[in-house]
């Protein structure tokens, strides 16, 4: 905590030189700072170059503008510093209005956008847009509701974000992150291990630094908010084309390198040290790559001397690269992938209070490495079909050593024995297979097939006290996916999506047949949506693999046969523009889960409660007999980007609850009942050469998280910790409240950027609960409390 503070305050100082050398006026008469707008407009559902369209900055005097060409590329040349708002029109097409186009004298601004075909026909009356501004229309065109868009820029300029996609979506509607030592989100009740990731088509295993196998999160994403392009955060009662996912969605995008042009960036920030580069392979080529590489801030730190206990190292590459194919193809590269590691040792825990991450009687050596890698196909048939091949592969690994540390007093220790070991290895290859036509403006269809190759080497052993053997399985199945969709819009305002989606597990030749339906009716400035789906979800390979012991001392598989955990889901939506950037979003929905894994014996036990630790819960005999039911409403009023300010404000209010094999209804420990944000930014123009300061602020308040209470009497008793399972999460935490103060500096010289800034989080320095332990050298129960005051300094350069 003292080291960051101190860093901080070096950062400011440093901050402050940087600005006092750079003139903020424009004292010479210089010409001030220009960049090019550039990009590509494809239709949304052929990807065919949308030809002449024509391209104006709005409110430019004297107008400026351009038309695309036949690739459908559009270039705006000189185009000043700051915000700039894009106007995009084309005969048949609906209007675009980019209202937030971010301009830098570092980077050149590379659009690449979609237009939606209308449905009127020249003779009818004037066409009442639907995509009138890009931030409120999801990439994918099946989704009718629960799909929220999210730009790079939100990412990197939300307080208490820091860069993460996931702690960034925290502040939609419906999404509880009420975590500070990670960035699992919880959607409307649901675990958060319910989650699907989903990179450019592809399904990823979790995408963090330190996340578990079997979990969706961690305390730092691999994910780099440079490289994004715009994506979708998807909630429920999403297309046919998802699967293997019961809560939510992240459709991520990368975006394509600059193919005109080398640019380079270097940062420090929460997420480490980077540097990162862009740029075509050759002058008379379109081809273009994209690469990244971070480092742990901290782990520098300690490699050059500066020593903390627990200190984090990671590290983690993203590279991409697209080659045209002729004029109607494109193949493309990508890979991603991180290394971390970080000990424990019981010696450094306050034994004064629980830790968030380990405890005075254990030394945790925790490695994990994760990656995934991608080459993709993309080929234009005809104007109106598109099809992309792409083959996959993915692989996670996690390998953990736990010691039990004896002492003989106080904190003098006199053995330190090896007591558990994890070694676990999930490896996937996969074939992707997508076809698109477009008959009319009318109707599109669209198809597809992934076949995942999976391989696994599971190994979970405890040695001390007694040598019990969790896991030993090694093997290969497969997953496949089948699905077909259609969007069929019957007038301008009446729009169909559905779609059917078939799952089958090889290894217990586990079967769903998945519906999906949504409708969407346009009002006048507003529509009325609503959407159905059946989803179904298999178990995490540690589930499948978990050995039970048996009787006469041997070991069974007793989970392998599980089916998939089921549940339907409805959703009913009004969203409304109130004004041309003021935008009121009103959903409710309820959600039927069934089939959920619970132990054959009465007891509290569900799947349906995996994901409220750092690592799946052992649990043997299981059976498909639990259920659970999420519903609540969710309300979103965001005004967007415009006259410098912006606001966003969700409220959300939902019951969670689930069934054990023992019958009684009980909250899942996800079950806060209501989350509050409110998030608000200004930005200050200073002088003339586009230099920006930002203030941003975010508030979080929700309800506490349900636990499950610790027997004192049993655990004095028995010099242990014990857990009161007959009261099973009918306990609840104090209500979570943190607020964080996001600081901002930008400065524009000729053709170079630096941005600057401070993110305050949790600035009260309020007191919120992590988790409470029993210690049973001191006979009592403490309290682990979550992040308190932490300054996060953060500086890119870009050129």
Known sequence: MKTTIVIACLFLNYVVTLAQSVPVGNPQ????????????????SSKTPVIGAAVQIVGSNPLTGTVTDTDGRFRLANVSVGRTRLKITALGYEEIVLGEVIVNAGKEVVLDLTMTESVLSLDEAIVSHKRSEDHTVANNEMATVSARPFNASETIRYAGSLGDPSRMAANFAGVSGANDTRNDIIVRGNSPASLLWRLDGVNIPNPNHFGALGTSG????????????????LTGAFPAEYANALGSVFDLKLRKGNDEKHEFWGQLGFNGLEAGAEGPYSKNSKASYLVDYRYSFFGLLENVGF????????????FKTDIPVGKKGQLTAWALGGRSKVTFLGKDIDTDKPDAYGNEN????????????????????????????TFSGSQTDQNNEVDTVIYRSGKEIEAEILSAKIDYMQRKFSVNTFLSHKFNARDRVSAGVIMDFIRYDLGNRELYPLDIIRRD????TMFTQVFGQWKHRFNERLTLNTGLTFQNLQLNASRALEPRLGLSYQLRGASLNVAYGLHSMMQPMLTYFYQTEQVDGSYALTNKELGFTRSHHVVVGYDRMLAENLRLKIETYYQWLFNAPVERAPSYYSALTEGADFGPENKGNLVNEGTGRNYGLELTLEKYFSDNYYFLITASLFDS?????????????FNNRYVVNTLAGKEFKLGKRGNVLTISWKLTVSGGKYVIPINT????EENRQVDDYDQAFAEQQDAYFRTDLKI?????QRRLTHELALDLQNFTNNKNIFQQAYNARTNRVGTAYQQGFLPIPFYRLTF
Do not use: C, M, W
């Open 307 to 318: 020593e903390v206990a627990g200190t984090p190292y990671y590290q983690d590459l993203t």
């Open 473 to 476: 399985s090694k093997g290969e």
């Open 657 to 669: 609850k689930y069934k054990g094999s023992d019958g009684i209804e009980r909250n899942t420990p």
């Open 218 to 233: 961690g305390p730092v994403s691999i994910l780099n908010a440079n490289l994004l392009a715009k994506s979708d955060f």
């Open 713 to 716: 009497a049993a655990s004095a």
């Open 744 to 748: 901002g500096y930008k400065i524009n």
């Open 29 to 44: 008469g210089r010409s001030l700072g220009t960049q090019t707008v550039r990009g590509t407009i494809l239709d949304a």
């Open 362 to 389: 254990e030394n945790i050596r925790a490695n994990f490495r994760n990656g995934a890698a991608a080459l993709s196909y993309e080929h234009r048939f005809t104007d109106r079909t598109y099809g992309k091949l």
